[in-house]
């Protein structure tokens, strides 16, 4: 994957930190095109990487394939608290790493989603940079933290690290701040 990338102009940098379980963000999540240079990333790591899916794809007759790529099941109804059912998921596997994009779609927002961190504090994992800047083509993992609960130092932290980076629609760019509604 990486000559692939390489032809295209893209490096990839740093290295898969050794944790068995942990909740990687990846952004800037600005275009559908994100979505598939990240993925060649994860072939690039040989990543083993979960992510979410609304409940309904689990069921037969592909629900089997789902979960073979990684997929966790996610009720996304109001009555139901996704945080605690990802919690439960990570608790119960012996390894995971939980792919999210916590912007949340790829449109301008005013913040970012808080669920990938209250995932991390909840289940007691790190949280990994993951990212893509098209200002200088590098696709890669970044810093890590261990996310002590208090939201808004860790935020400042995490929006140190993604600050220079730009996606490929960077003027729909989300601000790195969270609307923590807990």
């Known amino acids: 994957m990486k000559p692939l990338l390489r032809l295209f102009g893209w490096k990839v940098v740093g290295e898969l930190p050794k944790f068995d379980k942990c909740v990687m963000i990846f952004a800037p999540h600005t275009s559908n095109w994100d979505f598939v240079l990240m993925l060649m990333t994860r072939f690039c790591y040989k990543m083993d990487v979960a992510y ?89 993992i970044g810093d890590f933290i261990q996310p002590t609960g208090e939201i808004q130092s860790d935020m400042d932290k995490i929006r140190d690290f993604y600050k220079d980076k730009s996606g490929i629609k960077p003027e729909l760019a989300s601000d790195i701040q969270i609307e923590d509604k807990k």
Not at 54 to 69: A, I, M, Q, S
Not at 73 to 90: A, D, G, L, Y
Not at 111 to 129: D, M, T
């Open 52 to 140: 979410l899916g609304k409940h309904t794809l689990f069921k037969p007759p592909l629900g089997w394939f789902f979960r073979w790529v990684g997929g966790i099941p996610v009720e996304r109804s109001t009555k139901k608290n996704v945080v605690k059912q990802i919690v439960e998921q990570i608790q119960e596997r012996d390894k995971v790493h939980l792919a999210i994009a916590p912007e949340g779609t790829r449109s301008k927002k005013p913040y970012w989603k808080s669920g990938f961190y209250h995932i991390a504090v909840q289940a007691g994992v790190p949280i990994v940079f993951t990212f893509l800047d098209t200002k200088t083509k590098t696709l890669g």
